[in-house]
């Protein structure tokens, strides 16, 4: 685990007034070990190395500034994301290539940077535009019967979890839990074998509209075929990667 920067304001420079003049966005992975970086710190690793290779930060405004680093989606504690998208803003053009380079010097290979590039610095937010995500799961061995995981592995089993109507799953709301049909947000859903280890592909809309997590929607289509009392270890024993964003106007 990487180490989380406190805060130390003192010794930033006092650059939250000026204005942001260019806007870089970027790809990068969050894998390994790192999949269990929170959401929160991922974003302040991220801001630690920027400011370590001492990029010209943006700030927000308001009693508790904040550098403009965003990132279009959040992943869930425990899974990788392998091209996760990002944005930030600088107050003094940076080239986009040389910020890579020195970004990437002040973070550990798990969580590496992998591409960037300038955007309009007027476009809206990278958040805004998501419109989907895929998803690679696998199924750790974990002493399942082999019967149960070749049977979970095959395009037969998709098919049919696919065929119901409604698929019943359960999301937190306001802190209450809520049950809700995951169909319309499922757009595709394979299946595949690896090492006797059943492996599927997840597509997932996202939007104005919602979304669901791919946990929920795995517990559904698993609960299918393992007892209740099993289920929870069988979730845990999944191996959840994000392969890729989708955001409107692609394709």
Known sequence: ????????????????????????????????????????ELMRA????????????????????????????????????LQELGEVEVTSRVDPAELLAGWNRHLPPELK?????????????????????SYQ???????????TLAALGTAGACADFLAQSP?????????????????PFVQGFTASSEDESPQWELTLRAGLGGSVKPQAVMRSFLGRWVPPGELDRMISSLRITRTALALEGQG
Do not use: C
Not at 115 to 132: D, H, I, K, Y
Not at 139 to 145: A, M, R, S, T
Not at 167 to 183: C, M, N, W, Y
């Open 1 to 40: 685990m990487i180490e989380v920067e406190p805060r130390a304001a003192s010794r930033e420079p006092r650059t939250e007034s000026a204005q942001p003049i260019q806007k870089i966005r970027f790809e990068f992975q969050k894998v390994g070990e790192l999949r269990y970086l929170s959401h929160l």
């Open 46 to 81: 991220l801001q630690r190395a920027l400011r370590r290779a001492g990029v010209p930060l943006a700030y927000t405004q308001g009693f508790n500034p904040q550098p403009k680093v965003s990132v279009a989606q959040a992943l869930a504690v425990g899974v990788e994301g």
């Open 113 to 133: 940077i992998l591409r960037a590039w300038e955007a309009p610095l007027n476009e809206p937010s990278l958040s805004t535009g998501v419109r989907g995500a």
């Open 137 to 147: 799961i696998r199924l750790q061995p974990n002493g399942w019967d082999s019967t």
């Open 167 to 183: 698929i019943p799953v359960e999301v937190s709301k306001k802190g209450q839990t809520v049950t809700l049909d995951a169909r």
